[in-house]
């Protein structure tokens, strides 16, 4: 499944990415490229990487939605963040993935990433408050990745807070 197929899916506006959007992911991975050759991959390749937006064929396999990221409580440790066909995932480094009840959430506030003329493209950045009815918290990551959260919550698009695009 592509990222067209994806955004198919979910009932979440997402736009598409622009010319020059495209344009500067193709100079970034130039500039990628030559980071890590010039330091012989020591760490090159570590930090913010862009989804691929693929789909496995089995259903319990993760998708790849780019980093997602959950601070709930918001004082919590930030935790990344997978989700598969049917679920969504906290994956800590080091100990076992555990299911999280997105479902009996909800979006109290959305503020996009600055910097973008197209906020809703599939890899803006995103910052959702979420509630889960006793704390707050935090889920960041690529727009088309919230989006399929929120398909599978069962959320509806949010609007972005007062204040941002």
């Known amino acids: 499944m592509s990222a067209e197929e994806l955004r198919r899916q979910v009932?979440?506006?997402?736009?598409?990415?622009?010319?020059?959007?495209?344009?500067?992911?193709?100079?970034?991975?130039?500039v990628h490229l030559v980071s890590a050759l010039a330091t012989?991959?020591?760490?090159?390749?570590?930090?913010?990487?862009?989804?691929?937006?693929?789909?496995?064929?089995?259903?319990?396999?993760?998708?790849?939605?780019?980093?997602?990221t959950l601070r709930l409580p918001e004082s919590g440790p930030s935790e990344p963040v997978q989700a598969t066909r049917t679920g969504v995932w906290a994956t800590p480094a080091g100990r076992p993935a555990r299911r999280l009840p997105v479902e009996a959430w909800r979006v109290v506030a959305a503020v996009p990433g600055t910097g973008s003329r197209s906020p809703r493209h599939p890899e803006a950045e995103w910052t959702l408050t979420v509630s889960d009815g006793s704390a707050h918290g935090s889920l960041t990551g690529a727009w088309l990745g919230l989006a399929w959260i929120g398909h599978l919550a069962g959320w509806s698009e949010p609007v972005a807070s007062p204040g941002h695009g």
């Open 40 to 68: 012989l991959g020591a760490d090159a390749g570590i930090g913010a990487r862009r989804p691929r937006w693929t789909v496995p064929a089995d259903p319990d396999d993760y998708l790849d939605l780019g980093p997602l």
């Open 11 to 30: 009932s979440w506006t997402v736009d598409d990415t622009s010319a020059a959007l495209r344009a500067g992911r193709f100079l970034g991975g130039v």
